[in-house]
């Protein structure tokens, strides 16, 4: 039995100046483990979707990401959006 490594990735989207969210790191391992840290210590909110994460690790950093991925990141940012709205109403 193997066991796969952890993968992350991040991404960053600004509304006002991007047209395209934008991969800031990707990671396996130890590099995944120190992504998901920053995010935490960040606030940042974390979803797991290993498919999704090893689409992403296949572009470069600060590559925006394929129209083909629009959908499923846009799923993505709509979590962060509603863990957000419940961290601030609390």
């Known amino acids: 039995m193997t066991m796969k490594r952890k993968m992350a990735a991040a991404l960053r989207y600004d509304q006002d100046k991007d047209f395209a969210p934008t991969v800031t790191a990707t990671?396996?391992?130890?590099?995944?483990?120190?992504?998901i840290k920053k995010a935490k210590e960040s606030e940042v909110p974390i979803l797991e979707d290993a498919s999704l994460v090893g689409l992403l690790a296949e572009l470069n950093i600060n590559e925006k990401i394929p129209e083909e991925l629009y959908q499923a990141v846009a799923e993505v940012f709509a979590f962060v959006y509603q863990a957000d709205k419940q961290m601030s109403d609390k």
């Open 27 to 35: 990671g396996k391992g130890l590099v995944a483990d120190e992504i």
